[in-house]
């Protein structure tokens, strides 16, 4: 089973920020929090991933809270083209390479 | 581009009949994975393979195997098709054991049993 919480659907006027919260109050202290998410039909995208410390990438900001417990993932600027099913996922650090074990996701609709 | 790649993109076969889908993972990736996805399910883990090695399996069915090869490409085999194979599969690959990497994943094949 997924050990993560995210509300079944968002939507976000295009132009602004998309922020997608996830709830993980069982996550191990070597577990990372990863974001995926699958545009229509296509292979699920790898967005970022973090352990305790907020990360950034070109795609977007992971904000983790002290406790661990929960997550948001940011997406600074919505467009169009991110509508999508977004998927928060942990998953163990110290075994490698673990398989990605994926929930119901967030349907994100971004709307012009 | 994931640099994973999936073949035949679409299939389309009959009941009782066997197919074989294939994934090539990207370049120096150990890993495979294999995903299921049925219409308006999630995605659901079957089998992972590691330097040809079986390291995990999934909810796979027995009338499913996977197998991965010497140059690391990887197969999976659906035989003793049900209309309710009918979904899409997905492969991922991943670096080495023993690093904390992203899977990425190939565009999926689309199988439909009439």
């Known amino acids: 089973d997924a050990k993560t919480t995210q509300p079944t659907s968002m939507d976000c006027a295009e132009g602004r920020a998309a922020n997608l919260p996830c709830n993980h109050s069982t996550i191990s202290g070597n577990e990372y929090v990863y974001w995926y998410r699958q545009i229509h039909s296509q292979g699920p995208q790898y967005i970022i991933h973090?352990?305790?410390n907020n990360e950034t990438n070109e795609m977007a900001s992971l904000i983790i809270t002290e406790d661990r417990k929960s997550s948001t993932l940011i997406l600074p600027h919505a467009t169009l083209r991110d509508t999508a099913v977004y998927y928060c996922?942990?998953?163990?650090?110290?075994?490698?390479?673990?398989?990605?074990?994926f929930g119901k996701g967030t349907r994100l609709s971004v709307i012009a | 581009d994931s640099g994973v790649t999936q073949t035949p993109k679409h299939l389309i076969t009959a009941t009782g009949q066997r197919v074989t889908l294939r994934c090539s993972p990207r370049?120096?990736?150990?890993?495979v994975y294999w995903y299921q996805q049925s219409l308006d399910q999630g995605l659901q883990f079957l089998i992972q393979y590691y330097n040809g090695e079986e390291r995990a399996k999934g909810n796979i069915l027995e009338r499913f195997s996977a197998q991965q090869f010497p140059d690391l490409h990887s197969e999976l085999n659906l035989s003793s098709l049900e209309l309710g194979d009918s979904a899409l599969y997905f492969c991922a690959s991943s670096a080495r054991l023993g690093m904390n990497t992203e899977a990425f994943f190939g565009q999926g094949t689309r199988l439909t049993v009439v």
């Open positions: 370049s120096g990736d150990l890993s």
């Open positions: 996922i942990v998953r163990v650090a110290d075994s490698g390479n673990t398989p990605l074990v």
């Open positions: 973090g352990l305790k």
